[in-house]
């Protein structure tokens, strides 16, 4: 089924401004005062959290048992997370260990 050009761009510029809604929402609620200490806490904890969560779904299948031994795995990963320090940019070291993991793979 094919949406007619009228119905599709419509879509486009209501997802566009859902989307400009929602990254504006922040800034014009607290522009003028603090956060609450809630979402300073939020803030604070919630994407180390998330990262774990993450690297724990990233590993969960992994067979450190048989041969690879989770090394395409932990190979990516250290690469990933050295990167990130050394460098401070999460696209180049995310990429980074993605390329690392499956050149490591197909060996």
Same mark, same amino acid.
């Given at each position: 089924?094919? %949406? @007619? %050009?009228?119905?599709?761009?419509?879509?486009?510029?209501?997802?566009?401004?859902?989307?400009?809604?929602?990254?504006?929402?922040?800034?014009? %609620?607290?522009?003028? *005062?603090?956060? @609450?200490?809630?979402? *300073?806490?939020?803030?604070?904890?919630?994407?180390?959290?998330?990262?774990?969560?993450?690297?724990?779904?990233? %590993?969960?299948?992994?067979?450190?048992?048989? *041969?690879?031994?989770?090394? @395409?795995?932990?190979?990516?990963?250290?690469?990933?997370?050295?990167?990130?320090?050394?460098?401070?940019?999460?696209?180049?070291?995310?990429? !980074? !260990?993605?390329?690392?993991?499956?050149?490591?793979?197909?060996?």
């Amino acid at each position: 089924m094919s %949406l @007619p %050009l009228n119905a599709a761009l419509l879509a486009t510029l209501v997802a566009a401004l859902v989307i400009f809604a929602t990254r504006l929402f922040p800034f014009a %609620l607290f522009s003028r *005062r603090e956060p @609450p200490p809630v979402l *300073r806490f939020v803030e604070k904890y919630i994407p180390p959290m998330i990262m774990a969560i993450l690297l724990v779904y990233c %590993l969960k299948d992994v067979d450190f048992l048989h *041969r690879p031994f989770g090394l @395409p795995q932990l190979v990516a990963l250290a690469f990933t997370v050295i990167t990130y320090l050394w460098k401070g940019n999460s696209m180049v070291s995310i990429f !980074g !260990g993605t390329i690392i993991f499956m050149i490591l793979r197909n060996l």
